[in-house]
């Protein structure tokens, strides 16, 4: 791989990022709301013991 690799990445990130800029609100709530139902299903064996 080389070395200018990462340097070609970044502006092509930076497009990326900007489609979901609009959409923030809603990629965070399903951050939390998938965190918090992986927590449930660790949760459950601990809770039926």
Partial sequence: MP???P???LPR???LLS???P???TMLL???L???ANAAGL???MVTK
């Fill in 3 to 5: 070395s200018s690799a």
């Fill in 43 to 45: 949760a459950t064996p």
């Fill in 19 to 21: 489609f979901l800029a």
């Fill in 13 to 15: 990130l930076r497009l």
């Fill in 23 to 25: 959409h923030r609100a």
């Fill in 30 to 32: 399903g951050l939390v």
């Fill in 7 to 9: 340097a070609a990445v």
């Fill in 34 to 36: 998938g965190l918090a």
